[in-house]
Every structure is written in structure tokens, then in C-alpha cells.
């Protein structure tokens, strides 16, 4: 359950940090290419074994790993624009939504069972998500960016789903499991320089020093909550991991937002917030 709570909480402080990004005029695409190089670092690191781009190529899981570090970089730009404007609490809400994805994928890719009390929890889950996401200040954004949350949906299934998959068939422990990440975020990095390197050729906008704080803080906080919820997939099945962490990280974002940054709820928001916290129970507990 530690591995959970963890992942809870990196992902929650991973919201705020891309909330702050607005307040101190940090470029979302500078800070997000400083994070995959902290991160990739990071993994590299703690790895533990041979490491040569030879024998990297000749991983089964190789390609998914090259696949994931494309879309992550841009989801994980989506991110950053979603909580700007539309919020911390709806920007949760909408990416955890992705769970009913990596859920149907587990159940019919996979074979997994899950008990009566996992099935009430995820449905308890996915009722709390739509009433989190209902009425308050957050309601009022303009509507021309509700297309970010829907991105933020679909990138994030995806995403959930293929680490699911790779995880499952080719993941054989931890320290394969830094490598995989590693490999993902060295991938974003190079997406993330040449689109860097880009912007900054038609609007010269060097790096600054708080750029590079910015990006190092999430860097560590990406790589962090990452590696855990990997972690959780190989204790419980996905159909318990997913929604556990995803109610947690609504949950506790909802908070943050209403605590930090000043977002409005209303009593429809705090029965989401209270169903949830019941769900994790549920689902904990199966």
C-alpha cells in the first residue's frame, strides 16, 4: 500500500508544481525538457548492470518504451496547460478518468479477475470522478479549452495501458523496471530538446535559472510517482491499482487546489471527494 501512497502523492504535487509554472512565468516546454533530463538521469543512475545502446536496442520492451516517452512529453505538456486553465481539481479529475482504459484493457487483454468488493469500488470511483468533476468555479473556464481534458483522457489510457502491457509480458523486476523508465523519459528528452531547441530558434527564449529549479522538482517528481505506480502493478492487478491511485490523486488534488490555490468547490465537488476516499477503501480492501 506504500507503493500507492506514494504514487498519490508525487502525482498530486506533480498538479501544483504545473499550477506555479503560470505564477513565475516558467516556459511549460523548457521545464518539462529540464524534468526528462532529471528523471532520465535518475533512472540511468540507480540502474544496476550492463548498459550499452547495444543492448538497450535488443530489449524485448524497447519499442514500447520508445513509443511511451513520445506520448508521455505531450501529454505531459497537456498537463501543464490543463492545470493553468482550467485548474488543478478538473485537470485531475479529467486525466483520472483515463482509468476505465487501462481497467477494460486489463480485463480483456490480460484475464484479470476481480472481486465483487474491486467491481463497487471502481464503480463508486468513476461516480465520484463525474461528481468532483460537476459545478463550482470550475465549471466557468472557457469552454475553448475543453478540449485539453479530453486529451488529457485519452493520452493518459493510452499511456496506463501500454505501460500495463509492457510491465505484464516483459518487466521481470525492479531493476528492469528503472531501466524501462529510464529509456522512456531518455526518449522525452529528445523529443523534448528538438522541440526546445525549435521554439527557441523563432522566439529566443534562453533558460533561466528558475526554469531549471522548475523542471528539476518535477523531474524528481515525475520519475518518483512513475516508478511507483509500476511498482503497484506488480503486487496488485490493474483493475485495483488504477482506480486506488486515481481517486487518491483526484481526492487529494481537489484539496490542494481548494487549500493552495484558492478553486472553488461545491457540495457536489465534496460528495466526489468523500465517494472516493470510500472507493480506495472498497477497493484496498477487496
Known amino acids: 500500500m506504500i507503493f500507492l501512497i506514494l504514487t498519490i502523492l508525487q502525482s498530486t504535487a506533480i498538479f501544483a508544481v504545473m499550477k506555479l509554472f503560470a505564477r513565475f512565468k516558467i516556459d511549460n516546454w523548457q521545464a518539462i525538457t529540464v524534468n526528462y533530463i532529471i528523471a532520465c538521469l535518475f533512472g540511468f543512475i540507480i540502474y544496476e548492470g550492463e548498459l550499452t545502446a547495444s543492448m538497450l536496442m535488443e530489449k524485448s520492451w524497447f519499442i514500447f518504451a520508445m513509443i511511451l516517452g513520445m506520448t508521455f512529453i505531450f501529454t505531459f505538456f497537456i498537463f501543464a496547460l490543463s492545470s493553468q486553465k482550467v485548474g488543478v481539481a478538473l485537470t485531475s479529475v479529467a486525466s483520472k478518468m483515463s482509468v476505465i482504459i487501462p481497467v477494460i484493457a486489463g480485463i480483456i487483454l490480460l484475464n484479470e479477475q476481480v472481486s465483487i468488493f474491486a467491481i463497487t469500488g471502481i464503480v463508486l470511483a468513476l461516480i465520484a470522478f463525474y461528481l468532483t468533476l460537476g459545478g463550482g468555479a470550475n465549471s466557468s473556464f472557457p ?144
Open 143 to 286: 469552454r475553448k479549452y475543453v478540449i485539453l481534458p479530453v486529451l488529457l483522457f485519452i493520452g493518459n489510457g493510452i499511456n496506463d495501458t501500454i505501460m500495463k502491457y509492457s510491465e505484464y509480458h516483459f518487466i521481470e523486476n525492479s531493476n528492469e523496471l528503472t531501466l524501462f523508465l529510464a529509456v522512456i523519459f531518455l526518449t522525452s528528452l529528445i523529443m523534448g530538446f528538438i522541440i526546445s531547441t525549435a521554439r527557441y530558434a523563432h522566439k529566443k527564449r534562453p533558460v533561466s535559472y528558475k526554469t531549471i529549479i522548475a523542471g528539476t522538482i518535477l523531474g524528481l517528481l515525475n520519475f518518483g510517482s512513475t516508478f511507483y505506480i509500476l511498482k503497484s502493478m506488480g503486487v496488485y492487478e490493474s483493475a485495483v491499482v488504477f482506480p486506488v491511485a486515481n481517486a487518491g490523486i483526484v481526492s487529494l488534488s481537489a484539496l490542494t487546489g481548494y487549500i493552495l490555490f484558492r478553486e472553488k468547490l461545491n457540495r457536489m465537488n465534496w460528495a466526489g471527494i468523500l465517494l472516493a476516499i470510500l472507493a480506495i477503501l472498497l477497493i484496498a480492501n477487496a
